[in-house]
């Protein structure tokens, strides 16, 4: 079996282009929290002549709570730049899911390590987010 590149693709190193981290100092971890995550999908202008956008992923862990309600409150954002094949240029069906779903999902998958990183560093359980559906 033979694996093809998809004619969708990521192009350099996505980055990080905001961080914002509190953490409460006083948050008591004896009992399990329920992760509250909200998320923002932003696709820039199609560029025409190269077939390609900028796709940019904004994470907000409890969001809609004061700090002393949450052990921490994150807000972390990444962006990608990504191409397509002329084929996909085509198919606007196909390229809009790639764009609003597989995009984001390649995205979150790089700010996963960078997340548990940054809990381990702030001394808090290592957090390991979840994977999400971007179909839903």
Known sequence: ?????????LINKPRVTKSIFQVNKDYNFSTD???????????SEMFDEKMSAIVILNLQ?????????????????????FEWDKELEDNSSQLDT?????????????L???????????????????????RE
């Open 61 to 81: 862990f409890f969001h809609k709570k004061d700090l002393k309600e949450a052990p921490f409150k994150l807000e972390i954002e990444i962006e990608g730049m």
């Open 98 to 110: 790639l764009l609003k779903e597989n995009a984001p999902a390649i995205l979150y998958s790089y």
């Open 1 to 9: 079996m033979v694996l093809k590149p998809s004619k969708f693709q």
């Open 33 to 43: 929290v329920l992760l509250e995550i909200d998320k923002n999908i932003k696709i």
């Open 112 to 134: 996963r390590p960078i997340i548990t990183s940054m809990s381990i560093e702030a001394n808090l359980p290592t957090l390991v987010i979840p994977l999400m559906n971007f």
